[in-house]
Nanobody, 115 residues
């Protein structure tokens, strides 16, 4: 069974930085599309950033220039570097993997940005 395990969430002040990491188990993340989504209370889950197998990235307009998605193929991990954080970035962040046989989600990690 594919497992995606996120880490790195927590409380951070506005303007600060945080790095999220997703470790994939029992499946390589080098194929398909990997990404980060987030969901704030009362809101729908939304795409934050994604990266394809050949390294093409895509970002939500709200995080462009502040967040960077990356993948470490050797470690089989996906990361999200978040800089210049804003209170509106507060949400549960989920790791996502879309491959030939389905879509997989992590359990989520909470990021709270205080003003």
């Amino acid at each position: 069974q594919v497992q995606l395990v996120e880490s790195g969430g927590g409380l951070v002040q506005a303007g600060g930085s945080r790095r999220l990491t997703c470790a994939a188990r029992r499946r390589s993340i080098t194929s398909g599309v990997s990404g980060w989504y987030r969901q704030a209370p009362g809101n729908q889950r939304e795409l934050v950033a994604s990266i394809t197998a050949d390294g093409r990235t895509n970002y939500a307009d709200s995080v462009k220039g502040r967040f960077t998605i990356s993948r470490d193929n050797a470690e089989n991990t996906l990361s999200l570097q978040m800089n210049s954080l804003k209170p509106e970035d507060s949400a549960v962040y989920y790791c996502n993997l879309r491959q030939w046989d389905g879509v997989y989600w992590g359990q989520g990690t909470q990021v709270t940005v205080s003003s």
